[in-house]
């Protein structure tokens, strides 16, 4: 990139129908890996006017009601009355679940490794399919984020906080938010764009003019929403920041009457707003062995490291599988000239450091017994504002318990060079 640019990253709140459907999918895998953490779980949904459909591949012991599964978590996003065209108790959910595919499992259920006598317990699981992952660090924010996508993600979680808490009664569930961030010198500076756009009601009170509504919902999301997400932040809007709300003209017909939705297809919003590279695989709906998932924490969880240590600014590690292959393919690490010590010297302390076989993931993160531990619900508390950065949610792949290693032997090596 250019020293001088403008970079704009996006966020959903959990009313988008794209979202409603990672929510779902999601809930339906913290369902089943609580009845049974060995549940093999690739949930897809779709939804529209007054209709749900489940669709994938589940084997499972446990046994789950899908259809109030479903109906208590649209109730939960705020879909509650059927004028919406979308509503908890009158949708239709039509079930099409089958079983996975025994040529996938045998792979995922013996590695080749273990299938060539190998002892390790962890070359026992082999990835779940083919793919490559990418996870990023910088430190543009307190949680080693990108600050648009940090940004975006706020706006939208408060633009549904005041909905709920009945601040902006007239709001409802759909909704987006997108920041345009002024960068220089490769380091953001000011804030270039805010928009939002969020459904709401036809009138307002009082209110019935088209454009007499939209000037109020223009006034109330920047007191409401604007102003307290940015109150403590060092960069702020100014009087050079332009404010778009509800371009169009109006948001009244959204959710799933407005659009489709259909798991998977925020894989961006999920990850870094595309400030960083994407493998291409969603992450909701899919149990962990699914490397698309949590070898994607796993990247996330060396590359935050690293930046925590100090070692880079930026880090960006990628890593890749083949199906019933327990072992990565490769693993990259790009620092992108910010590494106080050379990538390839990285390299070395992450294979060292850093196991990133499926079973090594699963049992340093618990990814099949945190649903349980979590009381029913952690997947499903992910698949909205951000897979990544959400520290208030303890995510095991947010923590940085080996920067201090990474740090003192990236130091002491660099030392040894020298003398």
């Not at 290693?405 to 660099?414: D, H, K, S, V, Y």
Request: charged share 20%.
């Amino acid at each position: 990139m250019s020293k001088s640019f403008l970079f704009s990253s996006e966020s959903v709140t959990e009313g988008h129908p794209d979202k409603i459907c990672d929510q779902i999918s999601d809930a339906i895998v913290d369902a089943l890996l609580t009845a049974d953490p060995l549940s093999r779980v690739a949930a897809e949904v779709v939804v529209n006017t007054g209709m749900v459909i489940l669709t994938g591949e589940i084997t499972s012991q446990a046994h789950v009601n899908f259809t109030r599964l479903v109906r208590d978590k649209v109730a939960e996003i705020g879909y509650t009355d059927a004028k919406n065209g979308f509503s908890a108790e009158s949708c239709a959910v039509l079930v099409a679940f089958d079983e996975q595919s025994p040529d996938i499992a045998q792979g995922v259920n013996l590695a080749l490794e273990s299938r060539a006598s190998q002892e390790d317990e962890f070359d026992l699981i082999g990835a779940g399919d083919q793919g490559l992952m990418f996870g990023f660090a910088c430190d543009e924010t307190p949680e080693l984020m990108p600050l648009p996508i940090s940004l975006a993600h706020r706006l939208s979680r408060q633009l549904a906080a005041v909905r709920k808490n009945g601040i902006l009664p007239y709001l409802r569930p759909d909704g987006k938010t997108q920041v345009t961030v002024a960068y220089e010198e490769g380091r953001p500076v000011g804030i270039h764009t805010l928009l939002i756009s969020t459904q709401h009601t036809p009138t307002i009170g009082a209110i019935t003019d088209e454009a007499a509504v939209q000037e109020r919902i223009r006034a109330d999301l920047w007191e409401a929403v604007v102003k307290p997400v940015f109150a403590e932040l060092p960069i702020k809007p100014d009087s050079n920041t332009r404010f778009l709300t509800n371009p169009t003209g109006k948001f009244v017909i959204g959710g799933p009457q407005g659009d489709a939705g259909l798991t998977g297809r925020k894989i961006i919003v999920d990850t870094y707003g595309g400030y960083s590279r994407h493998g291409g695989g969603a992450f909701s709906g899919k149990d962990p062995t699914k490397v698309d998932r949590s070898a994607a924490y796993a990247a996330r969880y060396v590359a935050k490291n690293i930046v925590a240590a100090g070692l880079a600014q930026k880090c960006e590690v990628q890593v890749s599988y083949a199906i019933g292959v327990a072992r990565p393919i490769n693993i990259l690490v790009e620092t992108f000239g910010t590494g106080r010590i050379p990538d390839e010297a990285l390299l070395r302390l992450v294979q060292r450091h850093f196991d990133l076989r499926p079973a090594a993931i699963l049992a340093q993160f618990q990814l099949r017994e945190l649903p349980r531990q979590r009381g029913g619900r952690f997947y499903q508390n992910v698949a909205v504002y951000g897979h990544f950065g959400q520290t208030h949610l303890d995510l095991p792949w947010e923590r940085t318990d080996k920067a201090a290693l990474l740090r003192e032997e990236a130091l002491a090596g660099a030392a040894a060079i020298l003398a």
